[in-house]
């Protein structure tokens, strides 16, 4: 007997790291749920979900629905963010409400949704992906560095919750990924391979956890490119 697809979802599946992750698992014929501003992956097992992840009440709506169509989910990846770097000054309270809305509590709201379904269940794994930046303090990174410091607090809490009812809980801490996070910013990875992570090795963590032992949580896991370089632009 075929063994049932595995159906995960992801959020900002649109570009970057969960773009990445999401075709990874494709290509071994999970069923992937994304939620993002945009889409452009092309295929019958993706089902995109269009919302912008800083608006709390929208985001809360969609799960609603999600949940409904798709109870079978046994996997989700709380991805989707930006980042923000610039003297505290300068940014306006707007801009800060809706800079955590997306980079911290839009990844509390998706759990608080989805943990009821897999604690029911007794199955499931969801994994966090946050940063460095969670460990660290940065020039000019008060809202990027608070934002994933919080993520890994709530994680470490959440995981707690989580492993009582056999739901694996993981976070992934990766320093610089060459992505087009950095395409608005005044600096980026060094131009050598070893100076950033790739989004696809990520994608290739993520598909080694979703095939791991579901009687092993892999905690908080730390990935740094072989030799940190920063350029200024």
């Known amino acids: 007997m075929k063994a049932k697809r ?23 014929d999970y069923e992937i749920i994304g ?14 979900f269009f919302q912008d992840l800083s608006d709390l009440k929208g985001l809360s709506n969609i799960l609603k629905i999600i949940k409904k169509d798709h109870s079978d989910i046994s996997g989700i990846v709380s991805n989707a963010g930006e980042g923000i770097f610039d003297k505290l000054e300068n940014l306006s309270e707007d801009s800060i ?14 759990a608080k949704s989805m943990l009821p379904d897999l604690k029911k269940k007794k199955d ?9 930046a969670s ?5 000019k990174g008060t809202l990027y560095s608070a934002a994933k410091h919080g993520l890994l607090g709530f994680f470490k809490s959440f995981k707690l919750e989580a492993n009582k009812a056999s739901v694996r ?24 391979k070893e100076n950033a992570i790739e989004a696809c090795d990520i994608a290739e963590l993520v598909y080694f956890l979703s095939q791991s032992s579901k ?5 908080d896991i730390n990935i740094d490119p072989m030799k940190k370089v920063i350029l200024k632009r």
């Open 97 to 110: 409400m809706k800079y955590f809305n997306l980079n911290l509590l839009s990844h509390i709201i998706l």
């Open 6 to 28: 595995k159906k995960y979802l992801i959020t900002g599946t649109s570009k970057g790291i969960g773009k990445s992750i999401a075709l990874k698992l494709l290509k071994f």
């Open 135 to 139: 460990k660290i303090g940065g020039t």
């Open 124 to 132: 499931g794994i969801f994994i966090f992906i946050g940063s460095e």
């Open 35 to 48: 939620i993002s501003r945009s889409h452009s992956i092309k295929s019958p097992n993706y089902k995109p």
């Open 215 to 219: 009687f092993i949580n892999f905690s």
């Open 169 to 192: 809980v993981t976070i992934i801490n990766p320093g610089m990924v060459r992505t087009g996070f950095f395409n608005n910013l005044d600096f980026e990875p060094g131009k050598s």
